[in-house]
């Protein structure tokens, strides 16, 4: 079955580290999207990628990098310039320029202590 | 800049009765398109439906229906007949249509829980 997969489901880092959580997707999607979800906010878009070695920052994108190298995976890094990482992190992809429908990942529940 | 709000944080509702869950919308572009996510609480997105700012009819897929009012610049979710899977968070979203290229913006949810 296609889809995306995000791993792991759940982090734990100490502070000052750099994690990086993986997003892979079989659905032969263009475009893939990392938000971060926080209670209360809902959704917040971090970074953006239309098509391999391309990307786009999202409205948090400071202390976040992406990578694009190939078309199935997605990674995101939490650096240590993030001051507030600990979150719920959600991978999506969807098919091009004007599809409307995003498919999700599980999600990553990432902690910093 | 597009914007989604909902202002119902929390809603109850019983087996069996339908819920309206609020989504109000702001934007200048001209086309978009409107959609409804649910996320239980294992966390995945699972889409809904969806409506286009042109489209004639209000969407509908099984026991959710969209009350789309343009004018309003409203695109509420209604449940029919709710059961007590339907219990999660509720997200509204829109997506700018006409050109280049847009993303998803998300409201801050609607928490719904089914009673027995």
């Known amino acids: 079955d296609g889809g995306i997969t995000q791993s792991p489901k759940y982090l734990f880092r100490k502070e000052g580290q750099n994690v990086t959580l993986s997003c892979e997707q079989n659905l032969n999607h263009d475009a893939m999207y990392w938000y971060r979800q926080d209670p209360g906010q809902g959704l917040r878009l971090i970074y953006y990628s239309q098509i391999v070695n391309d990307f786009q920052k999202g409205d948090i994108a400071e202390g976040y990098s992406v990578s694009r190298e190939k078309k199935e995976s997605f990674p995101l890094t939490v650096t240590s310039a993030q001051k507030n990482p600990t979150a719920f992190y959600l991978c999506?992809?969807?098919?091009?320029?004007?599809?409307?429908?995003?498919?999700f990942g599980s999600g990553t529940r990432l902690t910093v202590v | 800049a597009q914007k989604i709000t909902q202002t119902q944080p929390g809603m109850f509702v019983q087996e069996k009765e339908a819920v309206t869950l609020d989504c109000t919308y702001d934007?200048?572009?001209?086309?978009?398109?409107l959609f409804w996510y649910k996320q239980p609480s294992s966390g995945e997105m699972i889409f809904l439906i969806y409506q286009g700012s042109y489209d004639q009819q209000n969407a509908t897929e099984g026991r959710y229906s969209l009350n789309f009012q343009k004018a309003r610049k409203s695109a509420n979710l209604v449940i029919s007949a709710s059961q007590l899977g339907d219990s999660a968070m509720y997200f509204c979203a829109m997506r700018p249509m006409n050109s280049g290229y847009s993303t998803l913006t998300f409201g801050k949810g609607t928490m719904l829980l089914v009673s027995p």
């Open positions: 934007t200048s572009d001209p086309s978009y398109g």
């Open positions: 999506a992809s969807s098919e091009g320029q004007r599809s409307y429908g995003y498919t």
